[in-house]
């Protein structure tokens, strides 16, 4: 998960799950296969690669730093004992950041309307067009879960998570760019950054989704079920359920 946490000192498991998605699991790569798993601090790198060295020379174990660049992170950037097996590792399936920049983070999270109307934000990967709908995804990570994506300050998108295993890079955004109190919100390449205006941005002190593109417009959903833009003091709010 691209977040170094560089404000967090101590070293912590991550939870474990043996009925569900957290490890330990079975899988295949560099990653496959785990039974525990640990968030250790920059401060304590080095004792704590020495430790495994030095006390669990029997034991698999890998080590990968977090700099935002996950596909180097993920691979030639990370450590493990000499006598890991020799893995064809697949970068495919991370879930962003995948060039970084470095500091890239994102978090996986899916938008329930607080206002108005009940459902959470879906969008459609063949037409590009959002909506609200009943319910959320769940544990089940599709057209209802979103990658929060910050690559820099001033470029930061809300990416579909599909359900194609993969990225398929397509973020909230307007296909003709307008900025305007009305105009639609479609699902556009993420690329097209300034001509598709797919700068969005989480705002947790308003619970809005709101552009970076076009400045003091957010995210709205309409009785209607349409998804357009309006200025943030009327826009929609939205409960971000943050799910990794």
């Not at 300050?153 to 993969?166: F, H, K, M, N, W």
């Not at 639609?184 to 797919?198: E, I, T, Y």
Request: hydrophobic residues 35%.
């Amino acid at each position: 998960h691209p977040n170094a946490s560089s404000e967090y000192p101590s070293v912590c498991a991550f939870p474990t799950n043996f009925s569900g998605t957290k490890d330990p699991w079975t899988g295949e790569g560099l990653f496959g296969g785990a039974n525990y798993a640990f968030f250790v601090p920059l401060a304590h790198a080095v004792v704590a690669m020495n430790w495994w060295r030095q006390y669990h020379e029997d034991v698999y174990y890998m080590m990968h730093v977090n700099t935002g660049c996950e596909n180097e992170d993920h691979s030639v950037f990370a450590m493990k004992n000499m006598e890991y097996p020799e893995v064809n590792q697949s970068l495919t399936g991370l879930w962003c950041c995948h060039e970084g920049p470095p500091s890239c983070t994102c978090d996986i999270v899916q938008y329930e309307l607080l206002s108005g109307s009940t459902g959470c934000l879906v969008g459609d990967v063949d037409t590009g067009a959002l909506s609200v709908e009943a319910s959320c995804d769940g544990e089940h990570w599709s057209t209802g879960t979103w990658r929060d994506t910050t690559y820099t300050d001033s470029l930061r998108q809300v990416e579909i998570y599909g359900d194609a295993g993969t990225n398929v890079f397509l973020c909230v955004g307007s296909m003709d760019g307008t900025c305007a109190e009305g105009a639609p919100l479609d699902l556009v390449d993420c690329s097209l950054v300034d001509s598709a205006s797919s700068r969005f941005f989480w705002d947790p002190t308003e619970q809005k989704l709101a552009s970076d593109s076009c400045s003091g417009l957010c995210m709205n959903a309409t009785s209607s079920g349409a998804v357009v833009f309006a200025t943030c003091d009327e826009a929609s709010t939205w409960n971000r359920i943050y799910l990794d």
